[in-house]
């Protein structure tokens, strides 16, 4: 099972499923319901995500380096698991973090046997 990790624009890194964030909200909302209300109230942006799965990490940048700072509202983070079976009938696990921004949805897949991982872009309309 893989984990995110994300670096925010106060220089703060916040892990997945982190005593701070459970500390700060004990309500049963999930870490990234919470993680997306501390940035609001904090005025905080997202900088960079990396997703550990299996002792690998993936990174993909929010803005790189600081550089070109990002002001678009963050409005959904979230991952998902999926299982196939390849033409050989073999089982494959891949691992799917995604994050909403303004009207695109990025999505970070992660095969979980081999530790590849490719991004895909898509519009959210509605």
Known sequence: M????????????????????????SDNRSTYQKLLQYMKENNLLIRSIRIQVNGRTHTFS???????????EVKDIGYRRKFTMNSNG???????????????????WIDENSGDSWMQCEEVIG
């Not at 984990?3 to 500390?23: A, F």
């Not at 073999?90 to 970070?108: A, D, R, V």
């Open 90 to 108: 073999e089982k494959e696990e891949f691992i799917n973090y995604y994050i909403i921004i303004g009207n695109i949805k990025m999505m970070m």
């Open 2 to 25: 893989g984990k995110w990790i994300i670096s925010l624009s106060n220089g703060e890194t916040i892990i997945e499923n982190s005593e701070r964030l459970n500390e700060l909200y």
């Open 62 to 72: 929010i803005s790189p380096k600081g550089k070109f700072p990002t002001f678009i």
